[in-house]
């Protein structure tokens, strides 16, 4: 990167919390965010469990009518949007509005909405939809809602690449202020696919947990007894500038990002790279950008999913990456407490990573009780650990084989 990219603003809603103190407070307690499924009858289904966002009240915030005309991703993805300006003390009157960028992403757009309605079609007929079933579901809307919303004029769009959603938003409005094209992005990803079909479709693919019986104990990541991920739900944004336009308006700067890789495994729909092929490449050209080395990285949010075969292949992928300091980097999954949630987990993750430099606070991988042979590195079990972060990592794996990777580095002018 040839211009200094800051971040200046984190907002999220989250299984932990419905704003970044009550998620981080969470998080660094080690608290789980997943329990029984509640916004549906899950009777019948293999796993009743899921990272649901528990008190969100959107009206409160963005207005009754409003937000009944939002799928309840692009209601998270406004939220969560509104913090981060508000704690980038962001006023988008004084604003050059065309050069405020939104970025924000989701995997599965608003499949909460057209399940909805498809029920309606089917019971009640065609001329009962909805006419804003196609306006809501659109993976989109969640970016567009937010540009209508903030009166951004800039580059508006979604990124879609599965669990790497996120990330990869992020890294792509990094791009767009390298460049010029924009001064601020707002970027992350947002989800909501916690619905009949949503778990029916991930409980096809074999994809989930089936630990129903301990709901905060099933998401394990690295743990030998794993057997899924943990479906959750939520939004995380940043708000990226260029250096010299923080400083112009006396901004507080919360970390710099300063490397992005991304690359694709070509190899198969669902399963990662079986020698981490394509994570390890994403992380090495992440470095590569950033113009560090790999040993001084001191911590690293895995991807962690809690499958069996991620968490062993994405150990392998930080061996290849980092060689012998694989064994002394503090890796952690937050999905171990949030629950995986899709196209946001890399939005979120990406917040958590500033937060753990910002705070100087590595978040823990809770119930990593039994420790795998192919899991074998220091993935900070069950107790966060305080200390000097001065440059992190955050991982995003996704379906179709995506692989993403940012860098953040502790902001010193």
């Known amino acids: ?51 649901e966002v528990k008190g969100f009240n959107p009206e409160n915030i963005i207005g009754k009518k409003e937000s009944r005309r939002l799928d309840r991703f692009s209601q998270f993805a406004v939220v969560s949007t509104l913090e981060a300006l508000e704690h980038a003390k962001i006023d988008m009157i004084k604003e050059n509005q065309d ?81 010029g094209k924009i001064e601020i992005a707002v970027a992350g990803g947002t989800e909501a696919a916690i619905c009949p079909i949503g778990v029916a479709g991930f409980n096809s693919c074999m994809a989930l947990s089936k630990r129903n019986e301990n709901p905060q104990g099933a998401s394990r990541p690295f743990d030998k007894l794993r057997d899924g991920f943990v479906l959750g739900e939520g939004a995380g944004v940043i708000v990226l500038e260029s250096l010299d336009h923080a400083t112009n308006r006396n901004a507080k700067i919360l970390a710099e990002l300063i490397g992005y890789g991304a690359t694709s495994d070509a190899h198969h729909v669902t399963q990662p790279h079986p020698e981490g092929e394509g994570a390890a490449k994403a992380m090495k050209i992440a470095i590569k950008n950033a113009g560090i080395l790999p040993d001084e990285i001191m911590y690293i949010n895995a991807h962690g999913t809690s499958t069996p075969l991620n968490d062993k292949f994405e150990t392998i992928a930080i061996k290849k990456t980092f060689g012998e300091h694989a064994k002394k980097v503090l890796i952690s999954s937050t999905k171990s407490m949030t629950g995986h949630l899709l196209g946001a987990a890399g939005g979120i993750e990406a917040a958590f990573t500033v937060m753990a430099i910002n705070k100087s606070i590595v978040p823990p991988t809770i119930n990593l009780e039994n420790p795998d042979p192919d899991c074998d590195l220091n993935y900070v079990p069950n107790l966060s650990k305080r200390g000097n972060v001065e440059i992190a990592m955050s991982n995003s794996l996704g379906f179709g084989g995506h692989n993403s990777s940012l860098i953040f580095k502790k902001f010193y002018e």
């Open 1 to 51: 990167m040839t211009k200094r990219i800051v971040v200046t603003g984190i907002g999220l809603v989250t299984p932990l919390g419905l704003d970044r103190n009550e998620t981080w407070e969470s998080l660094i307690s080690g608290n789980s965010g997943i329990d029984k499924i509640s916004s549906f009858d899950s009777e019948g289904f293999e796993t009743t469990i899921a990272g």
């Open 99 to 179: 050069k405020v960028g939104i970025m924000i992403g989701s995997g599965v757009g608003g499949i909460m909405t057209l399940s909805e309605q498809y029920s309606v079609l089917d019971k009640k007929g065609p001329t009962r939809v909805s006419p804003f079933l196609i306006p809501m579901m659109l993976g989109d809307m969640a970016s567009g809602q937010v540009s209508m919303k903030i009166g951004a004029k800039g580059p508006n769009f979604s990124i879609v690449s599965a669990c790497a959603t996120g990330a990869d938003s992020i890294g792509i409005a990094s791009d767009m202020i390298n460049d």
